[in-house]
């Protein structure tokens, strides 16, 4: 079974540009998770799709947007980058939605994105 | 303020040494998850603990979830170098604010 696959891997953008992440889940999984990891916050929360319906989100400003498509599949923007954003940006893919707090996360290697 | 505390932060010890980090809340969690992540690499799930006082065990690793549901440690019995990695504790709240709550995580190099 294949797993969590993001794209790109790397990515070098300039501030005040926009930049779009894609994730594809495990085969099967329905829900999709968005996570930023930087040395000094560590992992926080972004957002989670489910059924392609937003279901919860995380303490970012609006710059950060994501949808979800029939197929699962996730996509994450942001919009007017500043050079706060540079980061590891995760995307966890699960059977079930969290609310029911009863599943596991299953990670991608992410994508590591420099704002200059 | 972080609501998973992680610690110690940092752990460096030789090989065939005993190590435990302790991941705690004042918050009560439906769940909690274990993580390993590698440089440049996506955490990869270690073990998923749900009932207050369970015990599990993955070979030489020691994955405990408090009575009360809201702290966990894990204990690793004579490191190996390939232990090495960033090791991360995640809560799960359940109902409506269900979403993984990461701690900052203990980075622990096994030397040789």
């Known amino acids: 079974k294949a797993g969590v696959t993001q794209t790109p891997r790397y990515l070098i953008k300039t501030r005040g540009q926009q930049v779009t992440l894609s994730c594809s889940p495990i085969s099967g999984h329905r829900s999709v998770s968005w996570y930023q990891q930087t040395p000094g916050q560590g992992l926080q929360f972004l957002f989670e799709y489910f059924s392609e319906t937003q279901r919860n989100k995380g303490n970012f400003p609006g710059r950060f947007s994501g949808r979800q498509f029939s197929n699962s599949r996730s996509e994450m923007n942001v919009s007017t980058l500043e050079l706060g954003d540079s980061a590891l940006y995760l995307c966890?893919?699960?059977?079930?939605?969290?609310?029911?707090?009863?599943?596991?996360?299953?990670f991608g290697q992410g994508t590591r994105l420099t704002v200059v | 303020t972080q609501l998973l505390e992680q610690s110690p932060q940092f752990l460096s010890i030789q090989e065939g040494e005993n190590l435990t980090v302790y991941c705690n809340s004042s918050?009560?969690?439906?769940?909690l998850q274990w993580y390993r992540q590698e440089p440049g690499e996506g955490p990869v799930l270690l073990v998923t603990?749900?009932?207050?006082?369970e015990v599990k065990k993955l070979k030489r690793l020691t994955f405990q979830f408090g009575d009360a549901r809201k702290d966990s440690s894990l204990h690793i019995t004579a490191a190996q170098p390939g232990d090495t990695g960033l090791y991360l504790c995640?809560?799960?709240?359940?109902?409506?604010?269900?979403?993984?709550?990461f701690g900052k995580g203990t980075k622990l190099s096994v030397k040789p």
């Open positions: 966890a893919s699960s059977p079930f939605q969290f609310t029911g707090g009863r599943t596991e996360a299953f």
């Open positions: 995640a809560g799960l709240l359940g109902g409506s604010q269900g979403n993984l709550i």
């Open positions: 918050s009560v969690f439906s769940s």
């Open positions: 603990v749900v009932t207050g006082g």
